[in-house]
């Protein structure tokens, strides 16, 4: 008896993928939530449960890119070396939005360069309890907050229509 072998595509894959995302976004929120502050974003990034590999918050702009908010940056030469979000410092102390910032990397860090921000947005509103619209255009604002070009963020959700801002969503 032969097996019927699947003819599995790219999407199939991102598909699998995303569900994932969704699941590990899931678990933090069941096991953190329902509100994610800064502290309780510190847990979560040192959970191995949910963090794939180490990760600390770091502040500071100069391994930025223009316009960049936060990056998952490694911390050695290998993801099991670890990983710093590193979060531009003009959010420092505006702890309510620290939360949004840093959901947003937390695939980078799990998934490397597999993602894109399709699942970078899915994880983060999935965590925050928020719609993914809302989430992606309050992630809009932050970028138009930075001086410099802006992210092309492109909306998980069809909004009809750009957010209102210059960070090129429209």
Not at 50 to 63: I, K, S, W
Not at 82 to 106: N, Q, S, T
Not at 116 to 126: C, I, K, P
Not at 139 to 156: I, N, Q, R, S
Request: net charge negative.
């Amino acid at each position: 008896m032969q097996r019927e072998q699947l003819n599995l595509t790219e999407e199939d894959g991102y598909e699998a993928l995303r569900g994932h995302v969704a699941e590990r976004a899931f678990l933090a929120r069941e096991k953190y939530g329902p509100t994610i502050d800064l502290g309780v974003m510190r847990q979560i990034l040192a959970d191995p449960e949910v963090m794939r590999f180490p990760t600390v918050l770091r502040f500071g702009a100069e391994d930025l890119i223009s316009g960049e908010f936060a990056w998952a940056a490694p911390l050695g030469d290998k993801p099991s070396d670890g990983f710093a979000i590193v979060v531009h410092p003009k959010f420092e102390e505006r702890l309510e939005d620290l939360p949004l910032l840093i959901a947003y990397h937390i695939v980078s860090v799990n998934y490397l360069d597999v993602v894109t921000h399709v699942e970078a947005e899915l994880f983060g509103a999935t965590l925050l309890g928020l719609a993914a619209e809302d989430y992606y255009e309050r992630l809009c604002k932050f970028a138009d907050e930075l001086p410099g070009p802006k992210p092309d963020f492109t909306p998980v959700v069809e909004t009809g229509g750009s957010c209102g801002s210059s960070c090129g969503c429209g």
